[in-house]
């Protein structure tokens, strides 16, 4: 208030005014004292799977002017093709695959009943399970009732995709709905099927001077549909990482417009008959930068090949990750899944894909399929993440993993087009080396605990989980000549599942499940670090702990071991606790018996002490967890 009582004019005066300005320098001197002097690069600077940087914290003097000054709706659509939100925010486009149409009409008419606003129907075909399609007849039986006109259909045939896209053409005069008002997504992609399955229905010229003439056939009977699909999902799902997935999406887009353009059709008219395909996972931040990117990767394509402007219209769907998924303990894939379908809509998926729990084991039931639709609708409904065009956007982080992200893909499609373009990258084995490459490095950070799977290598849940499922069926073979070595999907959680389907098929033959004495040391807040990390470590294998408070000498380590029944013991404590009794607990423990002997934790100096006293193997963290656990199933007698 002024002395005349009237409200005193603050608008002007910022309100860090009266504050010093820090400054970068202060800001690492009170970073280095918190750390303790550690080095500042391992402790809080880490780096994703492309190699880019991450730092502790963004800050507006290293952010991009160019980046935070961009608009939703405007070149180069990095912030969404919109200015204003449509409707709910993004289409629910859940996946049915039921083995027969009747079936599949019955789930689909479920779907849209609960919530969803459109369908990925999975159509049976060499290689790939889904509902079988032999004639437009099925195909209207099982679009039956739907309405095309408010809720799309995309198909996912694979290597029948053209005869899908033909049914489902002929199969429109009896949907009720005019066929120039049908909204469907065909799903022509001659490429990726390549890519995934090694070969096609005929010669790669051939399939794509046919694919051509389809997509002008099914033009003209709906000009709402989209017929082809650039799905760069099976490179994410073969292992790839997020740039080389936006990569391969990009190197096939140059393809498919190229392959217009031989036939005549400018890129403005060939990108009105394209949709793009991502998949989206646990890491939130990641799929938000990723979807963006590729939105910017399509607009510079779509702008060097003199139609820009059509990217405002492009279609991106986000489908949820498969190899994210586990089969043990099924339950955590709903957080999984509810992290990537977050992702997709922070990120802006016109349309987005989750997957039932249990997809990992077989067949969905109600419940499962209904989870996942839930799962979008309490986002699209409850959380409102939708009400917001690029909630994200003007994030200093994210705006610079997005621009990262984006020159990482870039650079990596160059290197594709280097080879010749994406066929002959795959014909040479470049694209399949690199995913191979990509999966490889992933896998050993699983393996040695640098990344965690929840329920899986961290956390794991012994016993039964509660949950049966119908097997999944047997996909028809894949015939023909291989025409390239084919991308093969993978899960991530694969090589502990197989560490306990042997510890199971172990303890069905025998009646005794794997386990191993924990001879924890002293009180429980001694302990109980390692104690935890151990229990969960062995439970990754298939291997119970048999567990207690805590012994307070090796004399009682060593006779509880005796009473239970186990073959092997580890011992687990504190530092200081290892220094006074490791040694004489495990003397201990092999008088009493033990035929294996195992320590939580590195051994630092006391490694030749500890191997001498009876300690025959170190488990600690950043050691290979897969082959740990695979090699003392051996010793355990599981092979």
């Known amino acids: 208030m002024t002395a005349a009582g009237r409200p005193q004019d603050v608008s002007a005066t910022p309100l860090a005014a009266d504050f010093e300005a820090a400054t970068r320098d202060q800001w690492l001197a009170l970073v280095d004292k918190a750390i303790k002097g550690a080095d500042f690069e391992k402790k809080l600077v880490t780096r994703t799977a492309d190699g880019i940087r991450v730092e502790p914290v963004y800050v507006r003097e290293t952010s991009v002017p160019a980046l935070q000054a961009a608009v939703p709706g405007h070149a180069p659509f990095t912030r969404g093709t919109h200015s204003a939100v449509k409707g709910l925010g993004w289409e ?9 149409a009747g079936t ?51 198909l996912d045939a694979g290597l029948g995709a053209a005869d899908a896209a033909a049914q489902l053409i002929s199969a429109l005069a009896g949907l009720g709905i005019p066929a120039k008002s049908a909204q469907a997504f065909l799903g022509l992609d001659p490429i990726g099927s390549l890519a995934r399955w090694g070969t096609l229905p ?8 046919e694919t051509i003439a389809l997509t002008g056939e099914a033009h003209d009977a709906a000009p709402l549909a989209r017929t082809l699909k650039v799905d760069a999902t099976l490179y994410h799902e073969a292992g790839a990482t997020d740039a080389f997935e936006l990569a391969a999406l990009g190197a096939t887009l140059i393809a498919y417009l190229r392959m217009f353009e031989a ?24 799929t938000v930068a990723k979807l963006r990117a590729a939105r910017r990767l399509i607009w510079r394509i779509a702008d060097a090949s003199g139609a820009g402007e059509a990217a405002s219209s492009l279609h991106l769907s986000a489908h949820a990750s498969f190899r994210m998924l586990a089969k043990r303990d099924p339950w955590t894939n709903m957080l999984r899944s509810t992290l990537a379908c977050a992702g997709s809509v922070l990120g802006g998926a016109d349309a987005i894909t989750v997957l039932p729990f249990t997809a990992a084991l077989g067949e969905a039931d109600d419940i499962a399929r209904r989870m996942a639709r839930n799962i979008q609708i309490v986002l699209q409904e409850e959380s409102w993440l939708g009400r917001v065009v690029d909630p994200m956007g003007g994030s200093w982080y994210i705006e610079a993993l997005t621009d990262e992200t984006a020159k990482a893909a870039w650079k990596l499609m160059q290197a594709i087009e280097a080879k010749g373009g994406i066929l002959a990258a795959l014909d040479q084995g470049f694209v399949q080396e690199k995913v191979a490459a990509d999966a490889a490095a992933r896998a050993k950070a699983i393996a040695t605990g640098r990344q965690s799977l929840t329920g899986v290598s961290a ?20 015939g023909g000549t291989q025409m390239v070595r084919p991308l093969v999907p993978h899960r991530l959680a694969e090589p502990f599942e197989a560490l306990r389907d042997a510890a199971d098929a172990h303890a069905a033959k025998t009646g005794q499940e794997p386990k191993v004495f924990l001879a924890s040391l002293g009180p429980v807040i001694e302990h109980t670090t390692r104690s935890t990390w151990v229990k969960n470590y062995l439970a990754a294998g298939g291997i119970a702990v048999l567990s207690s408070d805590g012994y307070a000498s090796a004399e009682e380590a060593a006779r509880a071991f005796a009473a239970s029944g186990a ?5 687990s404590s504190s530092d200081a606790l290892y220094a006074e009794h490791a040694e004489a607990t495990a003397r201990a423990l092999k008088a009493a018996g033990a035929r294996l002997v195992l320590m939580a934790g590195r051994p630092g100096e006391q490694e030749a002490a500890l191997t001498a006293a009876g300690v025959d193997q170190f488990l600690f963290q950043g050691a290979d967890a897969v082959a740990t656990l695979k090699g003392l199933q051996a010793k355990l007698g599981i092979s």
């Open 263 to 286: 036939a005549g059709i400018r890129p403005r008219e060939a990108l009105a008959q394209i949709s793009f395909r991502l998949s989206s996972d646990t890491d939130l931040f990641a």
């Open 459 to 478: 956390f794991p849940l012994l016993g039964d989980d509660g949950v049966t499922v119908a097997p999944p069926r047997t996909a028809p073979p894949v």
């Open 202 to 209: 005929a010669p790669v010229q051939q399939v794509l001077v």
């Open 567 to 571: 073959s092997a013991a580890c011992l």
């Open 92 to 100: 629910i486009r859940q996946r049915i695959g039921a083995s027969d």
């Open 104 to 154: 599949a009409n019955r789930q689909i008419l479920t779907e849209l009943d609960g919530g969803s606003n459109g369908i990925l129907l999975d159509i049976e075909a060499p290689g790939k399970t889904g509902c079988r399609i032999a004639s437009a007849a099925d195909m209207a039986a099982a679009l039956a009732g739907m309405r095309l006109d408010l809720a799309p259909v995309e």
